[in-house]
């Protein structure tokens, strides 16, 4: 998937810097993944109102912030014909080592197409192409859709984080992938 990197141990900078887009299928269709734009803010924000039923839990500044951060995150969006139909934010956290999943959402028509999956995908070979061993994530404890396709990909609970959203005090599940395959050196 990340053939277009030519040396596969980077730091999470070097990492994210040579992040390129690359096609994927779902279903009938075959999408973009690509690094998101500060022009895609607008649709990240609708994503989220599709999402969580008109109510969006980061606002446009939260993304521009987000955005305006190269240095230590990427974002990346999922496009057909150029409309954005998903996204997730990777973010390095250097005192834990990990690469943290700040934010997946996608469109509620587009869900179980495997959209989602390959997201997750990408984070898994962002982290190991940084050489880091470890992705983590948080989830609200009433996501059981978002708790089971993070179980299949290998993530598990590490511990039970009360009230930590902040819009409706609602518990989460802070969740963990070790990756037991670090890349070769070659």
Do not use: C
Not at 7 to 28: L, M
Not at 40 to 46: A, F, G, H, Q, T
Not at 148 to 159: I, N
Not at 163 to 173: I, R
Request: charged share 25%; hydrophobic share 40%.
């Amino acid at each position: 998937m990340f053939s277009k990197f030519k040396h596969p141990r980077r730091r999470p900078r070097q990492a994210f810097e040579a992040f390129e887009p690359y096609p994927i299928e779902a279903g009938e269709h075959r999408l973009l993944i690509r690094r998101a734009l500060l022009a895609d803010i607008p649709d990240l924000v609708k994503i989220q109102e599709a999402v969580y039923d008109g109510y969006a839990p980061w606002l446009s500044q939260d993304f521009l912030r987000e955005l305006s951060s190269p240095r230590d995150r990427i974002y990346l969006v999922v496009a057909i014909d150029g409309q954005l139909v998903a996204f997730i934010g990777i973010v390095f956290r250097s005192q834990e080592e990990d690469l943290h999943i700040s934010n997946l959402a996608v469109l509620p028509v587009w869900q179980g197409q495997g959209i989602g999956s390959e997201l997750l995908l990408a984070a898994r070979q962002l982290a190991q192409s940084a050489n880091l061993d470890q992705v983590s994530l948080e989830v609200r404890r009433s996501n059981e859709d978002a708790q089971r396709l993070y179980r299949r990909h290998g993530f598990e609970m590490t511990e039970l984080v009360v009230a930590y959203y902040l819009d409706n005090q609602e518990d989460a599940l802070s969740m963990r992938l070790t990756l037991e395959n670090p890349p070769s050196d070659n």
